[in-house]
């Protein structure tokens, strides 16, 4: 087995002034200040988020001062070191839906199964993608931000679902061929038996995989803010995704995670930072953690839910937080050490994600898998594999695995 890539950390952005309002008046030295605090604790990148009504207005209007203004906040981020992942449909951000007008009232049909629609977005993606890709410093287009959150009020199947994911990655890639092309879904992919948006695709469609870790989800409900189930959750998310994908070198990025109030206090933030670290950065199919987000939500904005307002590593004052002080330390910490490829026992699990999403409940926070899998979990670095791949001595060498244990 190679040796795995030294990890990657970043931020998603999150503007300290107007919160994400502030593309439509864009002030490049606030933008500056802010990377200047992600550059400050070692961060080497940023994922940012353009709204896409912002920018395609009507469906067959692309504004040029839009996407000069996308350009303009990754020109910013080269100035202080860090690259950039671009995400595609805004969407859904922090409770908030960003559609355009031309997909909602009377013009009301889904995204991801009308074809006037698809059109529209295709024209949308091969244009931004194809703008970013002539800048160095962008290393990855991902089609949007937990596009699945966008169903029901979008209806959609599984297997439109798939089509609509794969053909707008075909998009990007053909403009953007120099950058990796993603697909973005929430957690209800590998949890909820009946969701429209299978982790097949999420294994099998972009150049690697991404997961979004939220204990909100009901892990912090298992064990309390500092439990192993809740500290561990990040990891078992990336082990799911690794055992669910048929490529046993196909890397995983965390691509969000954060420490939300009330699931984890404010005073068991920092701890909370450092043990999410430690274990996941042990797994060897992890590719990066990008930490949800870079700073607070100003309180004079209304109507967010509470937890919203202060998932920042820095207040809108630009006052690095105790979690922006951990995650720097462990940062340090990790970058200094070797990264061994990783041996370590796997549990069995006789669910086929691929074959059988109607029987995701039964890896969900809290299930009976799951919480053999934390019990062993505290033991070490614990893998997941399924009954599929159990027998298949390449794969299971190929992702580190030496021994297969069963539930108890």
């Known amino acids: 087995m190679p040796l795995p890539h030294p990890i990657r950390f970043g931020a998603n952005y999150v503007p300290s002034a107007g919160w994400f309002h502030s593309w439509l008046d864009l002030s490049p030295d606030a933008v500056r200040r802010d990377f200047a605090d992600l550059a400050g604790i070692g961060l080497d990148h940023v994922r940012i988020f353009p709204i896409w009504p912002w920018l395609q207005p009507n469906r067959a209007v692309i504004r040029r001062s839009g996407v000069d203004d996308l350009l303009t906040v990754i020109d910013i981020a080269a100035e202080f070191g860090l690259s950039v992942a671009v995400d595609l449909l805004q969407g859904h951000l922090s409770s908030f839906d960003f559609l355009p007008s031309w997909v909602l009232t009377w013009h009301r049909r889904s995204l991801f199964t009308d074809p006037d629609v698809r059109d529209g977005l295709a024209a949308y993606a091969a244009a931004v993608a194809g703008a970013v890709a002539g800048r160095g410093n962008v290393f990855a ?3 949007g931000n937990e596009v699945n959150n966008l169903y029901p ?11 609509w994911a794969a053909e707008l990655i075909d998009v990007v890639r053909a403009a953007a061929p120099g950058l990796l092309s993603l697909h973005s879904l929430y957690d209800a992919t590998w949890y909820d038996p009946a969701h429209p ?3 097949a695709d999420n294994v099998d469609l972009g150049d690697l995989t991404t997961v979004h870790s939220w204990v909100f989800n009901g892990v912090s409900a298992v064990d309390g803010p500092l439990g192993p189930a ?75 839910p509470d937890r919203e307002y202060d998932l920042g590593l820095f207040t809108v004052g630009h006052r690095a937080k105790p979690a922006a002080a951990e995650l720097a330390s462990a940062i340090e910490e990790c970058r200094r050490a070797a990264r061994p490829a990783a041996r370590r026992p796997a549990l069995l699990c006789d669910v086929d994600l691929r074959a059988e999403p109607e029987r995701r409940a039964e890896v969900a926070p809290g299930s009976a898998f ?14 997941i594999v399924t009954t599929g791949r159990a027998d298949d001595a390449g794969h299971l060498s190929a992702r580190g695995i030496d021994a297969v244990l069963t539930q108890a």
């Open 370 to 383: 799951h919480t053999e899998w934390v019990r062993l979990r505290q033991a070490g670095p614990l893998a």
């Open 197 to 199: 948006f299978h982790p």
């Open 153 to 163: 009020a979008n209806p959609t199947t599984p297997e439109a679902s798939t089509r």
């Open 141 to 143: 287009v991902t089609l």
């Open 230 to 304: 809740t500290v561990t959750h990040a990891d078992y998310l990336v082990e799911l995704a690794a055992a669910t994908s048929l490529d046993p070198a196909r890397p995983v990025w965390l691509q969000e995670v954060g420490a939300p109030r009330p699931d984890v206090p404010e005073a068991d933030a920092p701890a909370f930072v450092r043990a999410t670290l430690e274990a996941v950065t042990a797994n060897p199919a992890l590719w990066g953690v990008t930490w949800w987000c870079s700073h607070d939500l100003d309180r004079s904005l209304a109507d967010f």
